[in-house]
């Protein structure tokens, strides 16, 4: 009989205490998607090498009481390098994703993870594949893992 009236007792409080705390937060998602198409030119001895790409943007975004909490952004990179003196082409692939965290609206933290570089020279046999992650916080503090976002691709001029 003590056992029952114990459980009952703590039931009830378990209950009133949920009573009594905040009301849960609204937290509201959104999704966007979009696209953007341009060209690079490779700084490179003689007649620079063009990179046509495709860049896609899938962004979620996470507010709670209309505020920015944090936003995922998923980038996929397409792109095709131009072979200097003959039509071929070089297939650029990647893909990263940056995870950016918000206080009441105001920036704290952008960590950035993946892929940046990926693709093999042809007749060399030589994969591209340049991976890292980089963070960033509030107050510009950045610490980088060889992350190549802002690589010099100079070394890579003799094969396109």
């Given amino acids: 009989m003590q056992r029952v009236l114990f459980i009952a ?17 609204a937290m509201t998602v959104t ?3 979009t696209t953007r198409e341009d060209t690079i030119d490779w700084t490179c001895p003689g007649k620079d090498p063009v990179e046509h790409y495709t860049e896609t943007f899938r962004v979620t975004t996470f507010r709670r009481d209309g505020h920015r909490v944090k936003e995922i952004t998923h980038t996929t990179w397409r792109g095709w ?7 071929d082409t070089i297939r650029d692939a990647a893909g990263w994703t940056i995870i ?5 609206g105001h920036f704290v933290r952008s960590i950035t993870a ?3 570089w990926r693709f093999t020279v042809p007749g060399h046999g030589m994969v591209v594949h340049q991976t890292g992650r980089s963070v960033v916080v ?4 950045s610490k980088e893992s060889t992350y190549a976002a802002f690589a010099d691709p100079s070394a890579m001029c003799p094969y396109v």
């Fill in 114 to 116: 993946g892929a940046v």
């Fill in 138 to 141: 509030h107050g510009g503090d």
């Fill in 9 to 25: 007792m703590a039931a009830l409080m378990t209950i009133g205490s949920v009573a009594l705390a905040d009301p849960a937060v």
């Fill in 31 to 33: 999704h966007k998607t």
């Fill in 81 to 87: 390098v131009e072979i200097r003196g003959t039509d």
């Fill in 100 to 104: 950016t965290t918000f206080s009441h």
